[in-house]
């Protein structure tokens, strides 16, 4: 089983700072079927970014994403207000079929 | 502009049964591949289950097999997933998704979820 870990648990930034957050595979993924998604309180889950690096339409270009094989990265440049999110790493491909990590919250500080 | 409205949600006893349904609107319902994903209270992302464009493949993760069964009306566009056999442990907001139409396997369009609560 391809368990996907994510790291720091929880991320306290000032706005205006850069976060950056990752993603760890047990088992290599295809940078072509990893993607990131923002969870606000009380809302559903947005794609941010998928193939790894693509952003997805109206993605601002402060989230970029990067990495291979089992290590991946989310950055977050110049923290908005509405940055302040639960973010979330996905996997399809390698069993299970579609993964996600546990998820980072990014917190105002 | 992707439209995906859920219900169906309620209030089951354990080892009762429910059906989610999900409309869709705004894009060619028929063309997509659809996901439920499910997330208990406080919790992460979970993936449920999947079903190709025409209905006649289906995947499941381990946790619902033989219990979920996902399927779709591409006349009404409508996706729908029926539970048997819940357990307290199938309590979660479910939400109905689009996966990205060139293979990424990311799930682009989310709709905004209805909430199953599985207590006695």
């Known amino acids: 089983e391809n368990v996907l870990t994510q790291s720091p648990g929880t991320l306290s930034l000032s706005p205006g700072e850069t976060a950056t957050l990752s993603c760890r595979a047990s088992?290599?993924?295809?940078?072509?079927?990893l993607a990131w998604y923002q969870q606000r309180p009380g809302q559903a889950p947005r794609l941010l970014i998928y193939?790894?690096?693509s952003r997805a339409t109206g993605i601002p270009d402060r989230f970029s994403g990067s990495g291979s094989e089992t290590d991946f990265t989310l950055t977050i440049s110049r923290l908005e207000p509405e940055d302040f999110a639960v973010y979330y790493c996905?996997?399809?491909?390698?069993?299970?079929?579609?993964?996600f990590g546990q998820g980072t919250k990014v917190e105002i500080k | 502009e992707v439209q995906l409205v859920e219900s169906g949600g309620a209030l089951v006893q354990p080892g009762g049964s429910l059906t989610l349904s999900c409309v869709a609107s705004?894009?060619?319902?028929?063309?997509?591949?659809m996901h439920w994903v499910r997330q208990s209270p406080g919790k992460g992302l979970v993936w449920v289950s999947r079903?190709?464009?025409?209905?006649?493949?289906?995947t499941y993760a381990d946790s619902v097999k033989g219990r979920f069964t996902i399927s779709r009306d591409n006349v009404k566009n409508t996706l729908y997933v029926q539970m048997n056999s819940l357990r307290v442990d199938d309590t979660a907001i479910y939400y109905c998704?689009?996966?990205?139409?060139?293979?990424?396997?990311?799930?682009?369009?989310w709709g905004q979820g209805t909430l199953v609560t599985v207590s006695s």
């Open positions: 998704v689009t996966e990205n139409y060139y293979g990424t396997g990311s799930l682009d369009d």
């Open positions: 705004g894009f060619t319902f028929s063309g997509y591949w």
């Open positions: 079903i190709n464009t025409d209905g006649t493949t289906t």
């Open positions: 088992q290599r993924v295809s940078s072509m079927h």
């Open positions: 193939s790894a690096s």
């Open positions: 996905q996997q399809y491909g390698t069993s299970p079929l579609y993964s």
